[in-house]
C-alpha cells in the first residue's frame, strides 16, 4: 500500500512549455484534490475531484488543467509554463464519507521551478 | 467564506518542555472539521491531530492535544514533552463535510536541544 504517489518529485521548465504532473492513490479513495504551496501563503486548492469523470475549479484555477479518467488517478496539466507557476504541488486523496474517512492523505510533493 | 489565521509565523522550544501553536478560523457553519498538519523538510503532510466541531471534548494524540474553544473560532495544538522530531511546519487546516480544505500560513517550530 503506496498510499499517494506523485510523479516527478522535481522539474525545471522554461516559459511557455507544458508538462503534466500524475498523481495516484491506491486507496479507492473518491476525492482527489491538487494544492500548491508557496512561501507564506500555506496550500492553496487548485482543482479537486469528487469522483472518476469529475472535476472542479479550486481557489486558483487559472492556467491549470486537471483529468480524473480513472479513479486511482489525478493528473494536473500545465498548458504554457509561467514563472508564477514555480511552487511545489501537493496531490491528496480522502473518501467522501463522513468520520475518520474525512481524512485527507498528501504525496511528497513535486517541486516545480519555471524559468 | 472560511478562512484559517496562524498568527506566529515562527515558534521555539527548548526539548522536552511544552509548546501552544495557535490558530484561528472564520465560518458560519456549525458543523466542521479541523486538522493540525505537520510539515517536516522531506515535504510530505503529515496528519497530527483532527477534530470534529460537533465533539466537546479535545481531541489528543500521544503528546499532541488541542483546545478547541467553538465559541471563540480558536483551534491551538500543544505539544509536551518536545522532541527533536517535532521540528517542521505546522499547518491549521479547516474542513467542512468533504468539501475542500483551508489551510492557515503555517508555523515554523524549532526544537531546541
Known amino acids: 500500500n503506496a498510499g499517494v504517489t506523485q510523479t516527478p518529485k522535481f522539474r525545471v521548465l522554461k516559459t511557455g512549455q507544458s508538462m503534466t504532473l500524475l498523481c495516484a492513490q491506491d486507496m479507492n479513495h473518491e476525492y482527489m484534490y491538487w494544492y500548491r504551496q508557496d512561501p507564506g501563503m500555506g496550500l492553496r486548492l487548485i482543482h479537486y475531484s469528487v469522483g472518476e469523470g469529475t472535476t472542479a475549479k479550486g481557489e486558483v484555477p487559472d492556467g491549470y488543467n486537471v483529468s480524473r479518467l480513472k479513479k486511482q488517478n489525478f493528473l494536473l496539466g500545465l498548458e504554457s509554463a509561467a514563472p508564477s507557476q514555480t511552487s511545489v504541488y501537493f496531490c491528496a486523496s480522502s473518501y467522501a464519507l463522513a468520520g475518520t474517512q474525512e481524512t485527507q492523505y498528501f504525496g511528497p510533493g513535486t517541486r516545480l521551478l519555471v524559468l | 467564506a472560511q478562512t484559517v489565521t496562524q498568527s506566529q509565523p515562527e515558534m521555539s522550544v527548548q526539548e522536552a518542555e511544552t509548546v501552544t501553536l495557535s490558530c484561528t478560523y472564520d465560518t458560519s457553519e456549525s458543523d466542521y472539521y479541523l486538522f493540525w498538519y505537520k510539515q517536516p523538510p522531506s515535504r510530505q503532510m503529515i496528519l497530527v491531530i483532527r477534530q470534529e466541531a460537533y465533539k466537546q471534548q479535545n481531541a489528543t494524540e500521544n503528546r499532541f492535544s488541542v483546545n478547541f474553544q467553538k465559541a471563540a473560532k480558536s483551534f491551538s495544538l500543544k505539544i509536551s514533552d518536545s522532541q527533536l522530531g517535532d521540528a517542521a511546519m505546522y499547518f491549521c487546516?479547516?474542513?467542512?463535510?468533504?468539501?475542500?480544505?483551508?489551510f492557515g500560513q503555517g508555523t515554523r517550530l524549532t526544537i531546541n536541544p
Open positions: 487546516a479547516y474542513r467542512r463535510g468533504a468539501q475542500k480544505l483551508v
